[in-house]
């Protein structure tokens, strides 16, 4: 038996064929790379219908490669970003484009909402905030800004659901994804009513609640693809919830520290914990599935900064060099003080219109300078998410990263242990998202659970360049009062 991974990101979408040791299967695989379209007044979107189309070309690539071993896939799961919305019309047509987590336009929305809504009962019952990223923010902007698209809109849901009702007519939510909405009670696994009247929707609007897989494609993709027609097909997983488990990281020995396009730390909760119980606050909770809870906080800044320094600053082109140049600069010795907040602020703050800031500019300063001083800046970020969480974790955890941002980067790694101060282990599994869809799906099929991966190399902090990065975070914390003032504490 094998399993198809579909993984769905925000910059490229993959399909990987798995078998049931959660092994990748070689060859059997392909990646489709696309671009987020972004506006001027913090828009972050995807259209719908082109990134269908990616996966679509991704399965295409993937059947290709699995030759005769094509016939072998009874399953097929997905790993989708979380977050997204999208509003579809009686037809089922996209009103809107994929709204992003990233997205930020529905700022002022979300600080509306804590006048009509207590936001740590909210927290408490959803995992979420009334922030930007979340659909209660999204939904009230819509209506505000859209009137026209609010008026035709027959359903809202995200990108996993409109994949799932294109490839099988099948319109559902898995509770890890309807958890991601902030829209989901974590303690009955249904829409929530308070939420759902305060934006002024029903849950017939929404996708039913539902992890169990479906059969049979719609006719057009039973066409392009005969050789998965009698695959069961399950509805996508968040895909931190996915990279946690293809990461080994399934519970709470070991937290999941994942550093992509954004960043964030995350562990698998078991039974009670997160699951009705409290969960700290500037943290979030969402589901793995119906047993299991994610408790973590996720950054809107990761390799997203790196690029920007790459897109924007006088670097070196080659990456050897610019890691070379960047490398030569001793920890927090350029003297600069950075918010990365280049795409707004989630963990642990929560301010959806914060920007980035760099303090301490001089003559001298240069683009490698700069550059260090945004990835020092992020993992200042995470060590504050890492406060919070490391509490809950057992004792003795173990801190497993990935992501490739850091498979990219060593020194960044290094950085990230240092400022957490903790060893820092890096993951083998460069698909960790897929291949967690793909173990969540051999379970449910009845497969025995794999051996974990071997672990790559560990990184020791160094107890000098610890204070170094405790030094400059408290730095960045006041900077943040200044720049950003307190919201969330």
Not at 70 to 98: K, M, N, R, Y
Not at 175 to 196: E, F, H, K
Not at 365 to 370: E, K, L, R, V
Request: with cysteine.
């Amino acid at each position: 038996m094998l399993v198809m991974a579909l993984d769905v990101g925000t910059s490229s979408a993959r399909a990987l064929c798995f078998d049931v040791g959660g092994v990748a299967v070689p060859g059997a695989e392909a990646h489709v790379p696309y671009e987020p379209v972004t506006t001027a007044d913090g828009g972050v979107e995807l259209d719908a219908d082109a990134l269908l189309e990616a996966v679509a070309t991704a399965v295409d690539g993937c059947l290709a490669g699995s030759g005769n071993r094509a016939d072998e896939i009874q399953a097929v799961a997905a790993s989708v970003f979380w977050h997204s919305l999208l509003a579809l019309d009686a037809d089922g047509a996209p009103l809107t484009p994929v709204l992003t987590w990233a997205d930020t336009r529905s700022a002022g929305a979300a600080a509306e909402l804590p006048r009509i809504l207590d936001e740590r009962a909210v927290h408490a019952r959803t995992g979420a905030y009334l922030h930007s990223a979340f659909f209660p923010a999204k939904l009230r902007w819509l209506r505000q800004s859209r009137p026209a698209v609010w008026r035709r809109a027959r359903t809202w849901c995200g990108f996993g659901e409109y994949l799932s009702v294109r490839l099988t007519s099948a319109l559902a939510a898995s509770i890890s994804m309807a958890s991601g909405t902030g829209l989901m009670d974590q303690s009955t696994s249904r829409w929530d009513p308070a939420l759902l009247e305060a934006c002024e929707i029903e849950a017939p609007q929404l996708p039913a609640i539902e992890d169990a897989p479906v059969s049979g494609l719609t006719p057009r993709f039973a066409s392009r693809w005969p050789r998965l027609a009698r695959a069961r097909w399950y509805p996508a997983h968040g895909d931190g919830a996915c990279s946690n488990l293809g990461s080994d990281c399934a519970g709470p020995d070991r937290v999941a520290l994942n550093v992509g396009t954004s960043c964030a730390m995350r562990l698998v909760a078991p039974e009670g914990l997160g699951q009705g119980g409290p969960t700290p606050w500037g943290l979030w909770r969402y589901r793995v599935d119906a047993r299991r809870s994610l408790i973590g906080g996720a950054t809107s800044e990761g390799g997203n900064v790196l690029a920007w320094c790459r897109r924007v600053l006088a670097l070196p082109a080659d990456d050897v060099d610019l890691e070379r140049a960047v490398a030569e600069i001793p920890p927090g010795s350029h003297g600069l003080t950075a918010l990365p907040f280049l795409a707004g602020e989630r963990s642990v703050g929560w301010h959806s219109d914060a920007r980035g800031a760099l303090s301490g500019i001089a003559l001298n300063t240069t683009a490698a300078a700069i550059t260090r001083g945004f990835m020092e800046a992020v993992a200042c970020r995470l060590a504050l998410v890492y406060e919070r969480l490391a509490p809950l974790a057992a004792p003795g955890h173990a801190v497993i990263a990935s992501g490739g941002a850091l498979g990219h980067s060593h020194l960044w790694a290094r950085i990230m242990a240092d400022a957490l101060g903790v060893v820092l282990t890096l993951s083998s599994e460069r698909e960790a998202s897929a291949r967690g869809a793909a173990l969540l799906a051999l379970a449910a099929e009845g497969a025995p659970a794999p051996p974990p991966l071997p672990l790559g190399e560990s990184l020791a902090p160094d107890p000098r360049r610890h204070d170094v990065y405790r030094a400059l975070g408290q730095r960045q914390q006041r900077l943040y009062d200044n720049v950003v003032g307190p919201r969330l504490s």
